[in-house]
């Protein structure tokens, strides 16, 4: 594959970089509706993001297991840093949900393989704001926009077996579900199975 050397800005970091002759980029800042907006995390939004985590400790634990690193508003700053690192280097991107102004969940691209231009994601909302279809508009304009805007490939969401609420959301985009890793996380005192599901750019684009 031809390949041609990237220089851009980042998040206040330059990158020289070995790219595909299609570049993949990844915005800040995602407008959904007009009350819906996706936007990359900052140091000063960990407070609110914190809040947002304790109030939905209970909930969130039944399926997340990085709760137990989640303490303190230092912890939240600690994660917002490292995952703003992994932004400028183009590995990983942690995106607030903001409903009517305020935090209602993330949406993070946890994973980026630049070679084979593909992005694993993952989310959690606020329970009080579950079930009004806000989690599959936000993850339906975020997978538009990768794969089309940003020229990725391949999307990928994974889910523990017994998420039902998240397994529903690739269902409803029409992702494929591709298998299920037996045992593959540690969930505080089991394993649990995932499931993997993933859709390709011609995919998505064949659904109109």
Same mark, same amino acid.
């Given at each position: 594959?031809?390949?041609?050397?990237?220089?851009?800005?980042?998040?206040?970091?330059?990158?020289?970089?070995?790219?595909?002759?299609?570049?993949?980029?990844?915005? *800040?800042? $995602?407008?959904?509706?007009? /009350?819906?907006?996706?936007? @990359?995390? &900052? #140091?000063?939004?960990?407070?609110? !993001?914190?809040?947002?985590?304790?109030?939905?400790?209970?909930?969130?634990?039944?399926?997340?297991?990085?709760?137990?690193?989640?303490?303190?508003?230092? *912890?939240? $700053?600690?994660?917002?840093? /490292?995952?703003?690192?992994? @932004?400028? &280097? #183009?590995?990983?991107?942690?995106? !607030?949900?903001?409903?009517?102004?305020?935090?209602?969940?993330?949406?993070?691209?946890?994973?980026?393989?630049?070679?084979?231009?593909?992005?694993?994601?993952?989310?959690?909302?606020?329970?009080?704001?579950?079930?009004?279809?806000?989690?599959?508009?936000?993850?339906?304009?975020?997978?538009?926009?990768?794969?089309?805007?940003?020229?990725?490939?391949?999307?990928?969401?994974?889910?523990?077996?017994?998420?039902?609420?998240?397994?529903?959301?690739?269902?409803?985009?029409?992702?494929?579900?591709?298998?299920?890793?037996?045992?593959?996380?540690?969930?505080?005192?089991?394993?649990?199975?995932?499931?993997?599901?993933?859709?390709?750019?011609?995919?998505?684009?064949?659904?109109?």
């Amino acid at each position: 594959m031809n390949t041609i050397h990237i220089e851009s800005t980042y998040h206040g970091i330059h990158i020289l970089s070995t790219q595909p002759a299609v570049v993949i980029y990844i915005p *800040d800042a $995602i407008p959904v509706s007009e /009350d819906l907006n996706l936007r @990359a995390a &900052r #140091l000063n939004d960990a407070d609110d !993001l914190f809040k947002v985590v304790n109030k939905n400790r209970k909930f969130l634990r039944n399926h997340l297991p990085w709760l137990d690193d989640t303490n303190s508003v230092s *912890d939240e $700053i600690d994660f917002i840093f /490292d995952q703003s690192e992994k @932004a400028g &280097r #183009l590995e990983a991107m942690l995106f !607030l949900i903001e409903y009517q102004g305020e935090i209602a969940g993330t949406l993070s691209i946890n994973r980026i393989d630049q070679g084979n231009r593909t992005a694993w994601i993952g989310y959690w909302l606020d329970e009080d704001r579950c079930g009004n279809g806000l989690m599959t508009r936000s993850v339906s304009v975020l997978v538009d926009v990768l794969l089309n805007a940003c020229s990725f490939h391949r999307v990928v969401i994974e889910a523990g077996i017994d998420n039902i609420p998240s397994r529903a959301i690739p269902e409803r985009l029409g992702f494929r579900k591709e298998g299920v890793s037996v045992e593959r996380e540690w969930l505080y005192d089991h394993w649990i199975d995932i499931v993997q599901y993933a859709i390709t750019a011609k995919e998505w684009n064949a659904q109109g």
